[in-house]
C-alpha cells in the first residue's frame, strides 16, 4: 500500500524557517513526480513546487527564491525547505506523488504550517 507521511510543520514567526519532509513507502517514489501543495480553508489546493524524477524543479511564484523542493533517492524522501516565510504562507500543506504513466495521484494527510507573531 502506497503511503505518504509529512512532518515538519508548526508554528513559526514571519521571517522565520521550517523543512517539511515527506516520506514515501512502497516503490512509487521513484517513479513520481514528487510535489508539495497548500490549502487554506474555503479555498482550492495550489501547487507550491514540484520535482521531478530526473531533478527539474517549478515554483508558484509567490514562493521563488525562498522556498527549495528536493529529493533524496537513498531515502525516498522529498523535503521542502521554506525560508523567509510570511504570514500568507499559513496553510495546510501536502505531499503529493504523481505517477505520469498510469496518471495516478497520491496524497498525505497534510501538516499544518503557521507563520504568526
Known amino acids: 500500500q502506497v503511503q505518504l507521511v509529512e512532518s515538519g510543520g508548526g508554528l513559526v514567526q514571519p521571517g522565520g524557517s521550517l523543512r517539511l519532509s515527506c516520506a514515501a513507502s512502497?516503490?512509487?517514489?521513484?517513479?513520481?513526480?514528487m510535489g508539495w501543495y497548500r490549502q487554506v480553508p474555503g479555498k482550492p489546493r495550489d501547487v507550491v513546487a514540484r520535482?521531478?524524477?530526473?531533478?527539474?524543479?517549478t515554483y508558484r511564484d509567490s514562493v521563488k527564491g525562498r522556498f527549495t523542493i528536493s529529493r533524496d533517492m537513498a531515502k525516498n524522501t522529498v523535503y521542502l525547505q521554506m525560508n523567509s516565510l510570511k504570514p500568507e504562507d499559513t496553510a495546510v500543506y501536502y505531499c503529493?506523488?504523481?505517477?505520469?504513466?498510469?496518471?495516478?495521484?497520491?496524497w498525505g494527510q497534510g501538516t499544518q504550517v503557521t507563520v504568526s507573531s
Open positions: 503529493n506523488a504523481w505517477i505520469l504513466t498510469t496518471n495516478t495521484d497520491y
Open positions: 512502497g516503490s512509487i517514489f521513484s517513479m513520481s513526480t
Open positions: 520535482i521531478s524524477r530526473l531533478g527539474t524543479t
